[in-house]
């Protein structure tokens, strides 16, 4: 439903009250506007600083995937690989006119499996390494808030997906690259893009998830939880969305060419999301948001033996098994 300008005024005012109460909250970390507007390399002037080396063109690029020690085990239930020596997958893109083309086959993993690939955007450690009782690997410990010129706001990961996409947050297969492998542990999926996946720029690339987590208490009791968590490790998350541009983080000269819903004659507009004119339907005026971007460091191929995806995240230890990752370092010849 689109809002008034009463209501879209009053959301606008809300979004403000929010982010300065956050602010106040944490001033060294600052909230959603304040973390990107003090983002390493200044986000607002220099959205197009390059943040990873260039792929190169359009492609095709062909991505081999690594397997991980997980495949020699069935950690969370899950079904024994059908021959671990004899694992594959490959990814294959292609970019055109700010689009991907997408295609993923892999063969002798888990059988009757369902599969997500994770877009991940810190630095993966390299030996590979597993903390004891985890079922994914380490993320790289040089880099606790992500590589240089991360987002204060942005999650690790997101879900290899368009930015269009309606997620069920598990209530059926998610879309973006979700599969289902067969009897032999083979599987493949073809699907396009709305983005880059290849890009390199804040403002080009994959789409950053918001590392704003619903989380709940889970205790072994039937019945509701009362009172508070015994355990940090009882807390479980739910889900999350993409990291959205507000009109602030527009330079001040293209925020009317760059935001369909920018109007000069009110100052507070600067804290709406900025929506994208190339997506607004001309007959209901609605459009999507921008949405800040991010080269990947890597992909991750999860398994998920509860048999369940999981919205926007790939779920907790227990519920998935990463089997192989996709290193972006392989397409640039700069792995270590």
């Known amino acids: 439903m689109k809002l008034s300008r009463h209501g879209a005024t009053l959301a606008a005012i809300v979004t403000m009250a929010l982010l300065v109460t956050v602010g106040a909250a944490s001033p060294a970390a600052g909230g959603l506007l304040g973390g990107l507007l003090n983002t390493v390399g200044g986000v607002v002037g220099g959205v197009v600083e390059i943040l990873a080396p260039s792929v190169g063109g359009p492609g095709p690029y062909v991505l081999r995937f690594e397997p991980t020690q997980m495949v020699y085990g069935t950690p969370n239930g899950s079904q024994p690989v059908m021959r671990p020596g004899s694992v594959s997958g490959t990814m294959t893109l292609s970019v055109a006119n700010g689009r991907t083309d997408l295609q993923f086959a892999v063969k002798n993993l888990r059988p009757n499996t369902i599969y ?8 993966l450690q390299w030996p590979m390494y597993f903390a004891s009782g985890s079922a994914r690997p380490a993320l790289d410990p040089n880099f606790p808030s992500g590589p240089a010129g991360y987002y204060v706001d942005g999650g690790a990961v997101a879900p290899t997906a368009s930015m269009k996409d309606s997620f069920t ?3 059926g297969l998610d879309p973006g690259v979700t599969f289902v492998t067969d009897s032999w542990g083979n599987g493949s999926l073809h699907l396009t893009l709305d983005y880059n996946i290849l890009g390199n720029t804040y403002d080009d690339g994959p789409p950053v998830g918001n590392k704003s987590l619903v989380t709940q208490c889970v205790v072994d009791s039937p019945g509701p939880q009362r ?3 015994p355990a940090a490790s009882n807390v479980q998350r739910v889900t999350t969305t993409w990291l959205r541009k507000y ?5 001040a000269a ?4 760059q935001c369909a819903n920018y109007d000069t004659s009110e100052p507070g507009i600067i804290y709406w999301q900025c929506v994208d004119p190339a997506t607004v339907d001309p007959n209901t005026g609605n459009g999507l948001p921008r949405v800040w971007r991010f080269p990947f460091d890597h992909f991750r191929l999860a398994a998920h033996p509860d048999g369940l995806t999981h919205g926007f995240i790939g779920g907790n230890d227990t519920e998935h098994v990463i089997d ?13």
């Open 116 to 123: 997500t690939i994770w877009t991940v955007f810190y630095p």
């Open 169 to 171: 947050n598990g209530m």
């Open 227 to 229: 009172g508070p968590c």
């Open 247 to 251: 009109i602030a983080q527009v330079p």
């Open 254 to 257: 293209d925020r009317a060419s």
């Open 324 to 336: 192989m990752v996709g290193r972006r370092c392989k397409l640039t010849n700069t792995c270590p």
